[in-house]
Every structure is written in structure tokens, then in C-alpha cells.
């Protein structure tokens, strides 16, 4: 794969690049004083280049399913939601010491859509439009309005893993109640944050538009994970992605087999139907791929306008491969990028 260098070629460096979209993008600091660039390669074509994007070296940013990137200022505090494909910056209130968790994630909820009928009924406001931080360490959300909002609020919450471990002596003095459980993944979809509570169990997070501060509400539904049919019971290891297509919910599945993770016997997708609270198998995504990444990163895009394969699930994550596998047909392809280092997704961001 070629690739390209250009040095410092101006604030919207991305936006050259936006025929391309989506972009696997590796980060690569060089030279003392250390300069950061990035090294963006297109799925759909193959090129490469490294170019100086400034939004990108100059503040602390997170990429987003939704296309977007949080930019924060952590000098002055400032932050504001950024298009890298056209440059749009939307103003969000002022982040307190503008320092973000070093292993999060970061959710857009859509602003149009309403919620499932089993989260609110007709004559209740819709969810509100939020930009939600998710720390990947800690119990705790940092989130704010998009428009209209006075600051970011932190938020704690407590997961119920369902172990209790005994007391060290004593038989009178009951279980030790074991630390909170930390959210991996979360799906925004039509206002609602979705995350994955136990194997059995999801959660929705939801703030409605009424409340005179943002706060998230927590409610919780029974859905069986998804398990790979075998002919004889062997050991299987599930990886679990959840994302938004379509305006609905879905769940991938990577399968293993033995304790490692080294080969992917199988890929699932589910879509989540909310009358039954069950995961329905679908192999047929329609015209969408689903693009994945470390982190428990999980997207989806429109395909042939973009130049992907049609339900087809693209996966970059840990090993810096990027998999392809088609649901349908059930086959696989390899392709090998020229950098060993962690890529992250750059995704077309919706009209």
C-alpha cells in the first residue's frame, strides 16, 4: 500500500480525504520534541497517507460511532463536537479541569428519533440529545446536553455483578459485597444508551428532555447472550460488540473455542427485538456494514456508497489485522495493513 506524506496541510486535513471514509487511523508520535501525525488508510481503496491533522495533534480527542470527535481543550477547558469530513464544529459547555479518564469511550445520541414504546409512552418528552463519556476503568458517565446544556455532569452507578464473596472468618458476618462492575460497550440508539450488564441482563441509560439538569435513569430487561451451537459441549469464549444500524440494535458475536482468542471459529449479528426481549440471528444486514475496532468498538455504515461489501462485518481490532466477514455467505478474508500499531475508526458521519 502507498502512502503519502504531507506535513501540516491545515486544519481540515481530514475533510481531503472524505471520499474515502471510513478511515482506520494510527496515531504516531516521532522526533524530540515529539510530533504527532496520523496515518490514515482507506478500507474501501487501500491508499494510505500521513498527514498533520491539527484538531487531531492539538487537543485530546475521541472518535464516536456516530462519526463525530469530542475535542477538548485541556488547557482551557473548552469543548465542542467536530465533523472530520467537513470541518463543522458544534460548541458544547466548558469541561471542568478538561481532563477526560485516560480508557474511555464516547456516544452521540441521535436528536430526532423517540424512544422504544417500553421506555416512555406517547405524552412523555423524548430523550434528551447528549454527548456521554463512558469510563472504561471506573463506575462513572460524564456526559452533557448538546445544545442548550450549562456543563458536563458526572455520574456514578452501580452494576450488580451477582457474585458475593464470603467472608474471610467468621460465618455470622455475611458475604463481602465484591466492587461494582464497569460498562465495556454501549450502543446509543433513538436517545437511549445501551450497554451490556451481565451475560443475561442489558441496560438502558435515558435522560429526558424535562429534567432541568441531565441525569440518566437506569432500567434493566432479561436478554439471553447469544451462544455459538456446537455438536459436543467444548469451551467457548464469546466477544460481544453492540451497535446501532437502521435505528435499531444489534449485537456481534465473535466466537473462540479453547481459552484463547486466537482464532475466530464464528461471527454472529442479532438484532435486538424489544417485544419478545430476545436476540434475533439475522444474516441479512441489507446494504450496512458493521465496522469494529479495539475497545469494544462497534459502527455501522451505508456500504456501496462507501466502497465496503455489503453485510459484510470489518474487524480491526487487538492483533492491527483488519478481518472481513461476510454474515451471508459465511466466509472470510485477511487483509494486512503496513502498520503494526492500534488503529481506531474514522466512520461517515450521518446527515
Excluded at 405524552?123 to 446544556?149: N, Q
Excluded at 461494582?180 to 445501551?194: E, L, N
Excluded at 492491527?320 to 500499531?341: C, M, Q, W, Y
Aim: aromatic content about 8%; hydrophobic content about 40%.
Amino acid at each position: 500500500m502507498e502512502s503519502k506524506l504531507t506535513e501540516d496541510v491545515g486544519p481540515l486535513a481530514a475533510a481531503a480525504v472524505a471520499s474515502s471514509f471510513p478511515l482506520l487511523v494510527y496515531d504516531y508520535e516521532h522526533g524530540d520534541p515529539p510530533e504527532i501525525s496520523q496515518t490514515v488508510l482507506s478500507v474501501a481503496d487501500g491508499s494510505m497517507r500521513t498527514i498533520r491533522v491539527p484538531e487531531m495533534c492539538d487537543y485530546t480527542c475521541l472518535e464516536t460511532p456516530q462519526g463525530l470527535m469530542l475535542m477538548v481543550d485541556t488547557a482551557s477547558g473548552s469543548c465542542w463536537l467536530w465533523n472530520p469530513q467537513t470541518g463543522e464544529k458544534t460548541a458544547l459547555p466548558s469541561m471542568n479541569g478538561g481532563e477526560l479518564p485516560d480508557h474511555c469511550r464516547c456516544l452521540v445520541s441521535d436528536t430526532i428519533s423517540s424512544p422504544p414504546n417500553w421506555v416512555s409512552d406517547d405524552d412523555v418528552d423524548h430523550p434528551d440529545s447528549l454527548v456521554l463519556v463512558y469510563d472504561l476503568t471506573r463506575p462513572e458517565l460524564l456526559f452533557c446536553r448538546i445544545r442548550g446544556g450549562a456543563g458536563w455532569v458526572k455520574q456514578s452507578y452501580d452494576i450488580d455483578v451477582g457474585i458475593e464473596v464470603p467472608a474471610a472468618t467468621g460465618e455470622d458476618e455475611g458475604p463481602i459485597p465484591t466492587p461494582s462492575a464497569v460498562i465495556s460497550d454501549m450502543a446509543a440508539v433513538q436517545g437511549v444508551f445501551y450497554y451490556s450488564e451481565s451475560r443475561d441482563v442489558i441496560g438502558a441509560l435515558f435522560s429526558f428532555a424535562d429534567d432541568p439538569e441531565p441525569r440518566l435513569e437506569l432500567v434493566t430487561f432479561d436478554a439471553r447472550l447469544p451462544t455459538l451451537a456446537l455438536d459436543a459441549p467444548q469451551l467457548t469464549v464469546t466477544k460481544s460488540y453492540l451497535l446501532e444500524s437502521s435505528r435499531e440494535l444489534f449485537l456481534v458475536c465473535l466466537f473462540y473455542i479453547g481459552c484463547t482468542v486466537e482464532r475466530i471459529e464464528e461471527v454472529g449479528a442479532y438484532v435486538m427485538d424489544f417485544t419478545e426481549k430476545e436476540w434475533c440471528k439475522v444474516t441479512d444486514i441489507g446494504d450496512a456494514a458493521f465496522l469494529l475496532g479495539p475497545g469494544c468498538f462497534a459502527a455501522s455504515c451505508a456500504a456501496a456508497e462507501h466502497g465496503l461489501k455489503s453485510g459484510c462485518v470489518y474487524l480491526a481490532d487487538d492483533d492491527n489485522d483488519v478481518h472481513i466477514f461476510d454474515l451471508k455467505d459465511g466466509t472470510r478474508e485477511l487483509d494486512i495493513p503496513a502498520l503494526s500499531r492500534e488503529p481506531f475508526w474514522l466512520v461517515p458521519v450521518q446527515p
